[in-house]
């Protein structure tokens, strides 16, 4: 039996009345397949118990986060400890060069769309509530972890002034433990360009997808993610909306900075040359 055939089945013990007209199975996720069916509902299975518990949480916070967000994001309809099916929220990767494409006004309001998602999220009350820790909150020892972990695996395959651009950038931040001071805040942490659902026709983004890394954490790293994607000149036009994501630059650009190695880092752990090439294209352009 096929993948897509036993995904099928599942499918359709979950939702007995269920007529697949067509169905598509998407196997590329870090944590998740995908399965699409008729085009309009999205079924998504945990690839191991790591992956179920983060799935577990995420229903969580979608719930809470439902009211809070003004652009689109999955809203559960069919659930168990292994499956969240949500509908499909139409649209394409908003790809760097895509969006470099399109007029200054259209620039201005995808960004502002952005601003807006990050300013109601960041701003969710977390009081008495029970909310998972990020996947990418990481506290000063755990950087200091990464950094000798790096240099001990990543910069043997480093020309000699990227190792030096390396150094300073690890250390340089490191040196400062008050860049680890911070409030918590509901974060995405994992905004790339695949994950931004943009409506070609209408130059606007439908909706946000995939919050298996969100929680808690520090609202830097979404401005870091979106410098690294996008660059420092497009996170400039957030600060209209969100004019406070500017005290965030310097932790955002250290993060930055840090997301490629933190993937070369992966790749050689887990003997997956594939994580090299995972954001080619990236703008990772900051003043």
């Known amino acids: 039996m096929t993948d897509v055939a036993v995904y099928e089945e599942r499918i359709r013990q979950l939702v007995a009345d269920i007529f697949i007209r067509s169905i598509r199975l998407n196997d590329e996720g870090l944590m998740n397949d995908v399965v699409i069916v008729n085009e309009e509902l999205v079924f998504r299975f ?51 060069d895509l969006l470099r494409r399109l007029g200054e006004d259209d620039q201005q309001a995808v960004a502002n769309q952005l601003a807006q998602f990050l300013k109601e999220l960041h701003g969710v009350e977390t009081t008495g509530r029970e909310i998972a820790q990020a996947d990418a909150l990481m506290k000063y020892e755990g950087w200091v972890n990464v950094y000798q972990r790096i240099r001990e695996k990543v910069y043997p395959l480093l020309l000699a002034h990227l190792r030096d651009w390396a150094t300073e950038h690890f250390e340089t931040h490191l040196g400062d433990k008050r860049n680890f001071e911070y409030e918590l805040k509901v974060v995405d942490t994992d905004l790339p360009p695949y994950h931004i659902m943009f409506d070609r026709e209408r130059k606007r983004i439908n909706g946000i997808i995939d919050f298996g890394c969100a929680g808690l954490g520090d609202p830097a790293i979404d401005f870091g993610v979106i410098i690294y994607n996008y660059g420092e000149s497009f996170l400039k036009r957030f600060y209209d909306v969100y004019p406070e994501a500017e005290q965030y630059l310097p932790r955002a650009r250290f993060y930055a900075g840090a997301h490629e190695l933190r993937w070369l880092l992966t790749g050689v752990e887990r003997n997956q040359p594939w994580w090299f090439a995972v954001h080619v294209g990236s703008a990772k352009d900051m003043n």
């Open 46 to 96: 945990p690839k191991d118990e790591y992956a179920a518990k983060h799935l577990s949480d995420e229903i969580n916070l979608l719930r809470l986060l439902q009211p809070h967000l003004t652009l689109q994001i999955p809203a559960p309809l069919y659930e168990t400890r292994n499956i969240l099916a949500y509908r499909l929220i139409p649209g394409e990767t908003l790809r760097r």
